[in-house]
């Protein structure tokens, strides 16, 4: 086994977080939430364990931390959403918003089962995502908003429940990542592919 990084003492250095927080994300892909130890996380990022305790204070910061930078990347594409109503084919943006969710629930889905694990970790995270307005509400909001502009634009039927219609297309995106994290990635071929899903539902909204 080879030494750990030697590391001077003192304040970690700058650009040490974003290090710590790629490093997380590679190690939750390759080897799952159950085997995250801080030791290999710092191994991984060239950085001491210390350092994620002086960033993140324990393991479970450290995943809420890769957790919200995940979120950041589907924040940014999600907020202002139904701005870009008409612009592009209706197929095609149903199409980028099932690939956004479905890539954010494969890291999400890994989160919540170590959450549901810990009795006291569960309570602890609930009352953080309470705290910050998060869950699948938002979700289901924010793509509901999209919708509705398509509607007053005329390019999805009137009488559509824009939110119902909005969970069963984010339930679509979840479907999905949880086959492949409870089956296996190849097990996704059983299901619908995505254009299969988007163009049975873009029919169904536009009648």
């Known amino acids: 086994m080879e030494p750990d990084p030697i590391r001077k003492r003192g304040r970690p250095s700058r650009g040490a977080r974003e290090a710590i927080l790629q490093a997380t994300r590679e190690l939750l892909d390759e080897e799952g939430l159950a085997r995250l130890t801080t030791r290999a996380v710092a191994r991984q990022a060239g ?100 919708l509705e502009a398509e509607q007053a634009l005329g390019r999805v039927r009137e009488d559509v429940d824009a939110r119902a219609a909005a969970l069963q297309l984010l339930g679509v995106a979840c479907v999905r990542s949880l086959q492949r994290a409870t089956v296996g990635a190849r097990a996704t071929a059983r299901l619908p592919s995505p254009e299969q899903s988007v163009r049975a539902f873009s029919a169904y909204l536009a009648g």
Do not use: C
């Not at 690939?99 to 694990?117: I, N, Y």
């Open 47 to 146: 950085v001491s364990e210390a350092s994620i305790f002086y960033h993140f204070g324990d393991k479970t910061g450290l995943v809420v931390a890769a957790l919200e930078a995940s979120l950041d990347s589907l924040r940014e594409f999600a907020v202002g959403l139904a701005e870009r109503a008409g612009v592009g084919g209706l197929d095609e943006m149903l199409r980028e918003i099932l690939r956004r969710w479905e890539t954010f629930f494969d890291r999400a889905l890994q989160v919540a089962g170590f959450v549901q694990a810990d009795a006291e970790l569960r309570g602890d995270f609930q009352a953080y995502v309470r705290a910050n307005n998060y869950g699948a509400h938002r979700g289901v909001e924010l793509v509901a908003e999209y």
